[in-house]
């Protein structure tokens, strides 16, 4: 079966940096997304990658190793206003979306 | 523009009730979704429609209809509504063609079945 892995939940303090990891099973691999969603909200998109390496995008970077089926969202600086779920995706094969469950992300001061 | 609107925001069925959920987009977006969204779970597919006068079934469909009479325009039927259908519901779009192409959500439907 398909399958995304990502932490329930993780704690953080205000102005550090948190690394949030995703995992993935799936029948092939097209792309992977990082999606952000506030408690009540619609998820909106972070970061998009295809190819292995890093991509940043001012606070929050994104990395993929397609041979270890492996994903990290870095997110650094963190603000009070980055508590937030945060959702893996991969497109497989047959160009299905396939979602994590999401990571609860919880910035203390 | 308002982007991607989905009507309405909350609703309470009881057990056997019907009712529609609306999507609308102004973004002029061919592909448009229906997930739903249920704690400890990733977003699973519904149903989907690739354009105007198309749908086809997703992950999830027993339950549920779509109408995709106009291009701006996405309906989500349930006929006989069950307790288990009482999730958030999101509708999502994109331009589709491409894998990397994001999606745009609605801003959900808190849908509950007694």
């Known amino acids: 079966g398909q399958n995304i892995d990502q932490p329930t939940e993780m704690t953080a303090t205000e102005g550090a940096i948190v690394q949030i990891n995703c995992t993935y099973q799936?029948?092939?691999?097209?792309?992977l997304f990082w999606y952000q969603q506030h408690a009540g909200e619609a998820p909106t998109f972070l970061s998009y990658n295809v190819l292995d390496g890093l991509e940043e995008k001012g606070r929050f970077s994104s990395f993929l190793s397609r041979s270890k089926g492996y994903s990290y969202l870095l997110l650094k600086e963190l603000q009070m206003k980055d508590s937030a779920s945060y959702l893996c995706?991969?497109?497989?094969?047959?160009?299905?979306?396939?979602w994590g469950a999401g990571t609860k992300l919880i910035i203390k001061p | 523009n308002a982007g991607v609107t989905q009507t309405p925001k909350f609703r309470v069925l009881k057990t056997g009730q019907s009712m529609t959920l609306l999507c609308a987009q102004d973004?002029?977006?061919?592909?448009m979704y229906w997930y739903r969204q249920d704690p400890g779970m990733g977003l699973r597919l519904i149903h989907y429609?690739?354009?105007?006068?198309?749908?086809a079934k997703g992950e999830v469909p027993d339950g549920y209809n779509v109408s995709r009479l106009k291009k701006q325009n996405f309906l989500l039927g349930l006929e006989s509504a069950a307790p288990s259908q009482t999730s958030v519901y999101f509708c999502?779009?994109?331009?589709?063609?491409?894998?990397?192409?994001?999606?745009?959500f609605g801003s959900g439907t808190q849908l509950s079945v007694l």
């Open positions: 429609s690739v354009g105007e006068g198309t749908t």
């Open positions: 973004m002029n977006h061919e592909y």
């Open positions: 799936t029948s092939g691999f097209n792309g």
């Open positions: 995706a991969v497109t497989d094969s047959n160009y299905q979306l396939i």
């Open positions: 999502a779009t994109n331009k589709g063609q491409a894998t990397s192409e994001k999606l745009f």
